[in-house]
């Protein structure tokens, strides 16, 4: 009997040790809804592992941002291609990738005085580049708006870099992999 309780309480403590999240209080998207098994396991585990629910991932899309008003964030999404040094590179992807919550605060710090946050992400390829110019889906978004989108340096400090907006996309040429924040001014 001492030996079953022991085992047992032995597997509480196993089963119940937590696991740590990537960053301290950054939530993990509901995967477990209606629509996002979409019959294929391999996408489910590679949505969960991204941190997105299934039509983010399928979509190369960000649409729930981390303590941001879920109405409020323009959605973004980015397809094949990006001009690389100055020549299209059609079979180029930048993935779309969640961003860091602690970014997340500090674009909205950036935000105070400048205008409006519109979202955050976290933008990735493996191919090298001195300068790409990316262009992100953004619907809704209209030609002459005034977005300006600034590329995470370090910590705290963020840099403004060349943006063009038109009907429903965003260009943006930036020189590494990071986080971008999306700005209207007011």
């Given at each position: ?12 403590m196993i089963f119940s040790t937590p696991v740590m999240a990537k960053e301290v209080g950054a939530p993990v998207a509901v995967y477990l ?154």
């Open positions: 009997m001492k030996k079953a309780i022991i085992l047992a309480l032995a597997g509480a809804e209606d629509d996002s098994y979409i019959g294929i396991p391999e996408e489910t585990v590679l949505a969960i592992e991204e941190d997105k629910v299934i039509g983010e991932h399928m979509n190369n899309a960000v649409i729930d941002i981390w303590d941001m008003d879920g109405e409020m964030v323009q959605d973004l999404a980015v397809g094949q291609g990006a001009v690389l040094d100055g020549e299209f590179a059609s079979g180029i992807t930048f993935d779309l990738i969640k961003p860091d919550l602690k970014r997340v605060y500090s674009a909205k710090d950036l935000s105070q005085g400048k205008g409006s946050l519109l979202t955050v992400v976290n933008v990735h390829t493996h191919a090298g580049y001195g300068t790409a110019k990316v262009t992100f889906y953004a619907p809704g978004v209209k030609a002459g708006q005034a977005i300006t989108v600034y590329a995470n340096v370090n910590d705290e400090n963020w840099v403004a870099v060349p943006t063009e907006v038109s009907d429903n996309h965003v260009v943006v040429e930036i020189t590494s992999n990071g986080h971008l924040a999306f700005i209207e001014a007011k």
